[in-house]
């Protein structure tokens, strides 16, 4: 059985930061099952955050995690990270890590999917 297993999540103060982890069992990240973070405001849909490009290995930011945002990935905890910097409101969400094939900036569909995690940021 496949499972993402996200966490970090929490309240935060504008302007501070935040570690997001998720660590997956019963699949190994790599080309395959690409990590990456999406998220989803309420009322909103849910958009993509940062993710690894299967093609060659190297993380993608959108727009929203430009210069702010960091992605990176242990292999051998086979864990993805998300650190946030500079938050705003604007941020809060629920934070979901994902894994499958990845080409961004194109959205795919992915194939695995974690609960989710909150991150709320307060003024």
């Known amino acids: 059985e496949v499972q993402l297993l996200e966490s970090g999540g929490g309240l935060v103060q504008t302007g501070g930061s935040l570690t997001l982890s998720c660590t997956a069992s019963g699949l190994i990240f790599d080309d395959d099952y690409a990590p990456g973070w999406f998220r989803q405001a309420p009322g909103k849909e849910r958009e993509a955050v940062a993710t690894?490009?299967?093609?060659?290995?190297?993380?993608y930011y959108f727009d929203s995690a430009k210069g702010r945002f960091t992605l990176t990935t242990d292999n051998a905890k086979n864990t993805v990270y998300l650190q946030m910097n500079r938050l705003t409101s604007e941020d809060t969400a629920v934070y979901y890590c994902?894994?499958?094939?990845?080409?961004?900036?194109?959205?795919?569909?992915?194939?695995?999917w974690g609960q989710g995690t909150q991150v709320t940021v307060s003024s």
């Open positions: 994902a894994a499958g094939r990845s080409y961004p900036p194109y959205v795919v569909p992915s194939a695995y």
């Open positions: 690894i490009n299967s093609l060659d290995g190297q993380p």
